[in-house]
C-alpha cells in the first residue's frame, strides 16, 4: 500500500531503458509514487509501453519536477489511469513526448521539455478498451518525429513509415475485415459422378463481385 512500485529507480541505477511492457491493474494508491518511481537517478529512456487501468500516487511514472533529469518518456498509451496519470520528471533534459492518455484521472505533465501529447479522446480509438488491446483503430494526431530506437512500436512497425507518426504505444497499420464474405449464386456445371465445378461470387475484396471455379472430386 505504500511504496509498492512496479519499478523503483529512487537511488539506482542510472540510464535504465523501460520499452514495449505492458502494465496491468497497476495501481500505487495509499499516498505512494508511481508505477515507475524515479527520484535520484537520471537518463532513462521509456518508451513504447502500455499502462491500462494504472496510476499512483504522484503521477504513473516519476515523483516530482525536481528529479529524473534526462529521462525521456516517448510515446507510450495510458488508458483508464486511475489516481494520478501523468508524468512527473524534472532536472535539465527531461522530456515529455507523443503520449497518448484517453480515459484517465488527472493527467498532469510535468517536464523540462514536453509536446505532441494527447490527454482526452474516446476509448474507441482502441481495437478492444474494455478487453485491454490499446492497438489503434485509426491514425492519430501526428507526433513528433524521432529517430532510432524511438521510431519503431513494440509490433515491429516503422513508425511514421505512412506520413504520420501516430501517438502512443503503437503506430497505426489498418485494421485487418474479419468480417466473412457473403457468399452468393452459386452454381454448378459439368456433374460427373466424380466430380463437379462450383462457382459462386462474393463480396469480398472492397465489395468487387469476383468469380470462382472449383473442381471437386469426391466418391
Not at 43 to 55: D, P, V
Not at 98 to 103: E, H, P, T
Not at 199 to 210: C, G, H, P, R, Y
Amino acid at each position: 500500500s505504500y511504496h509498492g512500485e512496479n519499478i523503483n529507480l529512487f537511488y539506482e541505477p542510472d540510464d535504465a531503458i523501460i520499452r514495449y511492457n505492458k502494465f496491468r491493474n497497476a495501481f500505487i494508491g495509499g499516498g505512494s509514487t508511481a508505477v515507475i518511481a524515479i527520484a535520484y537517478t537520471t537518463g532513462h529512456l521509456i518508451y513504447g509501453n502500455e499502462f491500462y487501468k494504472c496510476g499512483g500516487g504522484n503521477a504513473t511514472i516519476g515523483f516530482n519536477t525536481s528529479m529524473g533529469a534526462g529521462t525521456k518518456v516517448y510515446n507510450n498509451t495510458f488508458a483508464g489511469g486511475w489516481g494520478a496519470s501523468g508524468v512527473s520528471i524534472g532536472g535539465t533534459g527531461s522530456e515529455v513526448f507523443n503520449n497518448l492518455w484517453i480515459a484517465c484521472d488527472a493527467v498532469g505533465i510535468e517536464a523540462a521539455s514536453q509536446g505532441s501529447n494527447t490527454t482526452s479522446g474516446s476509448t474507441s480509438i482502441f481495437r478492444d478498451y474494455a478487453g485491454g488491446d490499446l492497438r489503434l483503430t485509426g491514425a492519430t494526431v501526428a507526433g513528433t518525429t524521432f529517430g532510432s530506437p524511438y521510431n519503431q512500436d513494440q509490433l515491429g512497425n516503422t513508425r511514421g513509415a505512412d506520413g504520420t507518426w501516430d501517438r502512443g504505444a503503437f503506430e497505426y497499420g489498418g485494421v485487418p475485415d474479419t468480417t466473412p464474405p457473403v457468399i452468393s449464386n452459386v452454381s454448378t456445371s459439368s456433374v460427373t459422378a466424380t466430380s463437379a465445378v462450383i462457382a459462386w461470387t462474393t463480396d469480398e475484396a472492397a465489395n468487387s463481385v469476383v468469380e470462382y471455379g472449383m473442381t471437386t472430386a469426391y466418391g
